[in-house]
């Protein structure tokens, strides 16, 4: 955990974020957290992991992303040498998203 972030009000922020329920619950809180620019680079992130992890090259990835090379690159060293929080998420909405497709066959 890194050091740097981890204090009482990460935390309390942190809470906040794990008591949403929705997506819209998300959105409200985001909009008004965040800026318009930091919500759209956060979500980028993400999917330039999702396709990292789905062996993606780069060239696609900046293709259907956007993302420069150095966001993917620094999106890669996270998933290979970070705390594994991308790779986290990512199986977890992958379970979530098999779950759903089980239930609707």
């Keep these: 955990m890194n050091k740097k ?3 009482e009000l990460t935390d309390k922020l942190f809470q906040c974020i794990l008591s949403l329920e929705t ?3 998300c959105y409200q809180l985001f909009e008004d957290l ?3 620019n930091e919500i759209q680079a956060i979500a980028q992130r993400m999917e330039v992991a999702a396709m990292l992890d789905a062996k993606c090259t780069y060239v696609e ?3 259907q992303t956007g993302a420069s090379t150095a966001t993917i ?3 890669n060293r996270c998933l290979h040498y970070g705390t594994d ?3 986290l998420i990512i199986d ?3 379970q979530q998203n098999q779950a759903t497709e089980k239930q609707e066959s």
Excluded: D, F, L
């Design 5 to 7: 972030i981890k204090n």
């Design 23 to 25: 997506i819209e619950e």
């Design 34 to 36: 965040c800026t318009v």
């Design 61 to 63: 990835i900046a293709k």
């Design 73 to 75: 690159s620094r999106v």
């Design 85 to 87: 929080g991308y790779k």
């Design 92 to 94: 977890r909405v992958r």
